[in-house]
């Protein structure tokens, strides 16, 4: 098990396996760590929540304990179960002796209330079928605890999660209070499809990912598709850039604009005569974007800036930048492979 003085450390453990962060989300990591203060992660989908959890468990050396949430996750999902199957198993074995026992009630009251009275040792910690949140509390090594997406649970769930992040303990009633064996790292992801309870929050210190700088997202390409080069790389974040400066229903994630720069090395480094009619353009938006809708509204815009159809500039945020309002059309100089430069707009901020 790994523990880390400071910021920096644990962001230069976190890129030796390929995790990118930058100073300040390194930082509120760490303080996390060094607090053993749950960390709750916010922010749009694919840019890294989940993914730190996991570095964070490999650099620590820590066994990676996940509770993913979903609507109707349930206490026999996130907590224990009875293993029904073992006890009942356990009694089948134990028939004779019982049988034997019995023999002395002929009257069959007694020999019920005898039975009533015995302790077959069926609720005890050999018969829980465990699950995460309790894993995480049983385990005498220190485990991360990722418990993911839990803005997908009901509010009832947050009153079993806050047992477990405020007391680490874990109450079963047949057999009592369970407290933490060791302390976890607990990470909780969100992409804020509803608001988190107060008192949940409370517990924990919070960060908003955002999406990372230009800088910092081609050194996450690199890292993650080594293959690619540095130029195409480029290319593909800045297009990335300019993509989500559109008013886009799913804007392109991380995950996306590294398949979208494995597409383009793949691309290019085919024969481009095996194949002429493709549009190298088409197929990186393909893989950056989710909705047709998008594509439509992105080629438009590329395609001689024709007018928006009229849903989408109904639902376009007045404040949103527009490629007309750059400065230059560096979606149109990226195509053609002129990309480059770029803003440092880091939407990311740490908050207690
Ligand atoms: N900072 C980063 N360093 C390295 N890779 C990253 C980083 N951020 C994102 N990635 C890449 O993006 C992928 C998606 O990240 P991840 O699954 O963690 O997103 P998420 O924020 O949990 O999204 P969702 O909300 O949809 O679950 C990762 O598998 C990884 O390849
Ligand atoms: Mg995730």
Redesign the pocket.
């Known amino acids: 098990m790994t523990a880390f003085s400071n910021g920096a450390e644990l962001q230069s453990a ?1 890129r030796r396996h ?4 930058d100073d300040e ?1 390194a930082t509120v990591v760490h303080l996390a760590t060094a607090l053993e203060r749950p960390l709750l ?1 916010e ?13 964070l468990a490999t650099v620590g050396g820590r066994r990676l304990i996940r509770l993913q949430c979903y609507e109707g996750l349930d206490d026999s999902r996130a907590l224990y179960e009875w293993d029904y199957a073992k006890q009942l198993l356990h009694v089948q074995m134990l028939r004779d002796r019982i049988g034997e026992l019995l023999g002395q009630y002929p009257d069959i009251a007694d020999a019920s209330r005898f039975l009533a009275e015995q302790d077959f040792g069926l609720y005890s910690e050999a018969f829980l079928s465990v699950r995460p949140l309790l894993d995480a509390v049983l385990s005498p090594e220190p485990v991360v605890l990722l418990v ?2 839990v803005d997908r649970t009901e509010e009832s769930m947050e009153a079993l999660l806050l047992e477990v992040l405020a007391e680490r303990q874990v109450t079963i009633p047949e057999v009592g209070t369970f407290t933490a064996r060791s302390m976890p790292w607990v990470i909780l ?1 969100s ?1 804020d499809t509803r608001e988190l309870s107060p008192a949940l929050k409370r517990r924990c210190l919070h960060y908003h ?1 955002g999406y ?1 700088t230009l800088e ?1 997202e081609r ?2 390409v690199t ?2 598709a080594p293959e690619v080069s540095s130029g195409t790389a480029g290319q593909v974040v800045e297009l990335a850039r300019t993509l989500r400066d559109l008013p886009l229903r799913k804007s392109p ?3 996306e604009v ?1 398949d979208a720069a494995r597409a383009a090395s793949v691309m290019e480094n085919g024969a481009p005569e095996s194949n002429p009619v493709v549009d190298m353009r088409d197929v990186l938006l393909s893989t950056l974007l989710k909705y047709t809708g998008d594509v439509d509204l992105v080629k438009n815009r590329l395609d001689g800036a024709a007018p928006v159809p009229a849903p989408a500039a109904a639902s376009m945020p007045a404040e949103r930048v527009t490629v007309a309002s750059n400065p230059a059309n560096t979606t149109t100089a990226v195509f053609r492979g002129r990309g480059g430069g770029g803003r440092d707009a880091a939407g990311s901020g740490a908050r207690r």
Do not use: H, M, Q
Not at 43 to 55: D, I, N, S, Y
């Open positions: 976190l390929d995790y990118i962060a989300f992660l922010g749009p989908a694919g840019v890294g929540k989940t993914e730190l959890a996991k570095a993911d997406e992801t992409n990912v990372p910092r050194e996450i890292a993650r994630s991380i995950s590294i």
